[in-house]
């Protein structure tokens, strides 16, 4: 039986971070170092798992879907709730719902697919994926023209997807006309912040979302659950000050790429060697890699304070 569905009570505990995917020299999944990054993850506190665009599942060959959950269905902890991604392709949302149907997880994310996409065509493609995996999905809306808010809360209605994941980048959060009509038109609990900890204090503060998701929190697992807990508190001077120790890496994500720069990051940390990564990415160049890895660094070891002193 799979474990319980994810819910607004679970963001309420935890952030939900977003790990690459780490691989050996020859490209192939890395079980010890892929082990190490969730136990690290684990340790900080954090017992939501996304695996999907920090992991590169947009390009994963079909041929390692199968054995990515089962690895993922091994190394987490009884505690810590996993969320595999399916797609981005229509195609390949049938194909990975197949797989996930021989599994346990409870969800999974369906990767957004820009281009050659409707609205509504979209929301057809996830009933489909829905009913052929047998399980609802994490829908991830991270641009304008994907999926409308009204296709959005029809689904909802209908109990085929479990929680929101909002990630469409403004120059201000706090000025967001989709998500402000997105939450008159569904549970704002159930939709999480998705771009990690930069907007997440407005999102959760202004638009009463549930709850956020972290990539740099893979690198301070302790700081991304303590800002959680300063926004549950109120305590919004607090959250900010955590919000900017932060700033520095996720400033370098938004320059050189998100998954890029976390990929690299999680490595120069000294947290797991992820290796290569794949095509059609290609590894960070060489002249920014000492940016950021002294930024991860810094990350790390603010992280490691607060485990200090408790």
């Given at each position: 039986?799979?474990?319980?569905?994810?819910?607004?009570?679970?963001?309420?505990?935890?952030?939900?971070?977003?790990?690459?995917?780490?691989?050996?020299?020859?490209g192939?999944?890395?079980?010890?170092?892929?082990?190490?990054?969730?136990?690290?993850?684990?340790?900080?506190?954090?017992?939501?798992?996304?695996?999907?665009?920090?992991?590169?599942?947009?390009?994963?060959?079909?041929?390692e879907?199968?054995?990515?959950?089962?690895?993922?269905?091994?190394?987490?902890?009884?505690?810590?709730?996993?969320?595999?991604?399916?797609?981005?392709?229509?195609?390949?949302?049938?194909?990975?719902?197949?797989?996930?149907?021989?599994h346990?997880?409870s969800?999974?994310?369906?990767?957004?697919?820009?281009?050659?996409?409707?609205?509504?065509?979209?929301?057809t493609g996830?009933?489909?994926?829905?009913?052929?995996?047998g399980?609802?999905?994490?829908?991830?809306?991270?641009?304008?023209?994907?999926?409308?808010?009204?296709?959005?809360?029809?689904?909802?209605?209908?109990?085929?997807?479990s929680?929101?994941?909002?990630?469409?980048?403004?120059?201000?959060?706090?000025?967001?006309?989709?998500?402000?009509?997105?939450?008159?038109?569904?549970?704002?609990?159930?939709?999480?912040?998705?771009?990690?900890?930069?907007?997440?204090?407005?999102h959760?503060?202004?638009?009463?979302?549930?709850?956020?998701?972290?990539?740099?929190?893979?690198?301070?697992?302790?700081?991304?659950?303590?800002?959680?807990?300063a926004?549950?508190?109120?305590?919004?001077?607090?959250?900010?000050?955590?919000r900017?120790?932060?700033?520095?890496?996720?400033?370098?994500?938004?320059?050189?790429?998100?998954?890029?720069?976390?990929?690299?990051?999680?490595?120069?940390?000294?947290?797991?060697?992820t290796?290569?990564?794949?095509?059609?990415?290609?590894?960070?160049?060489?002249?920014?890699?000492?940016?950021?890895?002294?930024?991860?660094?810094?990350?790390?070891?603010?992280?490691?304070?607060?485990?200090?002193?408790?």
């Amino acid at each position: 039986m799979a474990k319980a569905c994810l819910t607004p009570d679970h963001f309420a505990r935890s952030p939900m971070a977003v790990p690459p995917l780490a691989r050996d020299a020859r490209g192939a999944l890395d079980e010890r170092a892929n082990a190490a990054l969730i136990r690290h993850i684990e340790a900080g506190g954090i017992t939501l798992l996304l695996y999907g665009g920090n992991a590169n599942v947009y390009h994963l060959p079909l041929d390692e879907y199968e054995p990515l959950l089962d690895m993922l269905g091994r190394l987490p902890s009884a505690e810590t709730l996993v969320v595999p991604a399916a797609g981005p392709t229509f195609g390949l949302l049938l194909e990975h719902a197949r797989a996930l149907r021989r599994h346990r997880f409870s969800t999974a994310m369906v990767l957004p697919h820009q281009g050659i996409t409707t609205s509504a065509g979209v929301a057809t493609g996830v009933r489909r994926f829905v009913e052929a995996a047998g399980i609802p999905a994490l829908l991830y809306v991270k641009h304008d023209g994907f999926i409308e808010p009204e296709d959005v809360a029809r689904l909802c209605r209908d109990g085929l997807v479990s929680v929101i994941k909002y990630a469409t980048v403004r120059t201000d959060p706090a000025n967001d006309p989709y998500l402000r009509t997105l939450v008159t038109l569904v549970d704002p609990a159930t939709i999480i912040s998705g771009i990690g900890e930069q907007p997440a204090i407005v999102h959760l503060r202004d638009f009463g979302l549930g709850g956020f998701t972290t990539g740099c929190g893979c690198v301070a697992p302790r700081l991304s659950c303590d800002l959680l807990a300063a926004v549950r508190h109120g305590d919004w001077t607090e959250a900010e000050r955590i919000r900017t120790i932060f700033a520095p890496l996720e400033t370098l994500r938004n320059a050189h790429s998100p998954i890029r720069v976390l990929h690299e990051a999680v490595a120069a940390a000294g947290i797991a060697a992820t290796g290569p990564i794949l095509p059609l990415l290609d590894p960070i160049e060489p002249a920014h890699a000492p940016a950021i890895g002294a930024a991860a660094r810094a990350l790390f070891a603010a992280d490691a304070q607060v485990g200090a002193t408790r």
